[in-house]
């Protein structure tokens, strides 16, 4: 459904320009760009007054955070990336544009957990801390190709230096893998097939909480200049 929904968006932008097309020099725009996403490149070709396509990746970001739940302390390495490829509609022949198309994020965490007590406990059933050690896992915010919808500014109506700015969503899809340092869960006793279901329970959890925040903000600035 996303993806009809943005696919949909895109066509009514090129009808929306091939109706109003007219007699156009095209420009290429490049620009250095920072933001939510990273810092990197975009570059776009206006080929018509209200129509154009733009490419743009960014990468780099990273930042420490934490998280608990009832029974867990954890620590999260956060990593962002991400590429884009757009059709951007200019109503009014400046520099403010729609823009609509696909992003490929890679937003993902290696996370890092500990017992909020002297042992774990999960579901009233303790495990002692050293026999389990520290939980390593990765959560996945968003990954493989997603639908972007954004607004912005670029200077592409003419030549020269100018200023970049857009904002936009993409939706998430929370993934978490959870594990013991030590292995426990890997045993063949009864204790350790309970800790695997207790794991997978665990990894439900933080999902669950991520998909409180259904869209990830995608905001950049950036310098620019149009040939």
């Known amino acids: 459904m996303k993806y009809t929904m943005t696919a949909g968006l895109a066509v009514a932008l090129v009808t929306l320009g091939a109706g ?10 490049l620009g250095a760009v920072a933001g939510s996403t990273g810092v990197g490149a975009d570059v776009a070709w206006r080929f018509q007054e209200r129509l154009g396509i733009s490419a743009r990746y960014t990468g780099g ?3 420490s955070t934490d998280y608990s739940t009832d029974d867990v302390n954890y620590d999260g390495d956060v990593n962002l990336a991400a590429s884009k490829l757009t059709l951007d509609y200019y109503p009014f022949s400046d520099g403010f544009f729609f823009s609509a198309g696909l992003m490929l994020p890679d937003i993902e965490a290696d996370v890092e957990g500990r017992p909020r007590n002297a042992a774990y406990q999960f579901n009233g059933q303790e495990y002692p801390a050293d026999a389990l050690g520290t939980l390593h896992g990765k959560m996945t915010l968003a990954d493989g190709i997603q639908p972007y919808a954004g607004v912005g500014w670029r200077k592409s109506h003419r030549s020269g230096f100018g200023v970049f700015a857009e904002v936009g969503v993409i939706p998430t899809d929370p993934d978490v893998s959870l594990r013991t340092s030590e292995g426990f869960e890997n045993g063949d006793n009864p204790l350790s097939a309970q800790l695997r279901e207790e794991l997978r329970q665990e990894e439900q959890r933080l999902e669950n909480d991520a998909e409180k925040w259904p869209v990830y903000p995608v905001a950049v600035i950036g310098v620019s200049y149009t040939f």
């Open 20 to 29: 109003q097309a007219q007699a156009y020099d095209d420009r290429v725009t």
């Open 61 to 63: 970001l990273e930042w």
